[in-house]
Nanobody
Framework: QVQLVESGGGSVQAGGSLRLSCTGSGDTYSNYCLAWFRQAPGKPREGVAA???????RYTDSVKGRFTISRDNAQNTLDLQMASLKPEDTAVYYC?????????????????????????WGQGTQVTVSS
């Protein structure tokens, strides 16, 4: 199984940018669908962006055009480039992984419908956007 560690969080003013990274160990990223989730205080965790092995992607509507998810299977890294940040982007951001078989069994990274039930999670990194 894969172990995930996020980095790159911090504080930024509205309109600024941050880049989050998630480094995996224990298995190769090419065996997984990958995603970023976030959880703001008092709110449920929500999917932000997801990417499958063939680099098909999905974004939640509120970040489309501002966030970009990317993966490097050779380096076992998953990135989230965030631009034009807003105070409502403030949250703890988590990277997540789901084995390819389970991911594809569930229909893969689809543009609509529920997000896959990811199996592996990082510890999270705080992103704070001030107005």
């Amino acid at each position: 199984q894969v172990q995930l560690v996020e980095s790159g969080g911090g504080s930024v003013q509205a309109g600024g940018s941050l880049r989050l990274s998630c480094t995996g160990s224990g298995d190769t990223y090419s065996n997984y669908c990958l995603a970023w989730f976030r959880q703001a205080p008092g709110k449920p965790r929500e999917g932000v962006a997801a990417i499958d092995r063939d680099e098909a992607t999905r974004y939640t509507d509120s970040v489309k055009g501002r966030f970009t998810i990317s993966r490097d299977n050779a380096q076992n890294t998953l990135d989230l480039q965030m631009a034009s940040l807003k105070p409502e982007d403030t949250a703890v951001y988590y990277c997540a992984a789901l084995g390819l078989y389970d991911c594809w069994l569930g229909g893969g990274i689809r543009q609509v419908g529920p997000w896959p039930d990811f199996s592996y999670w990082g510890q999270g990194t705080q992103v704070t956007v001030s107005s």
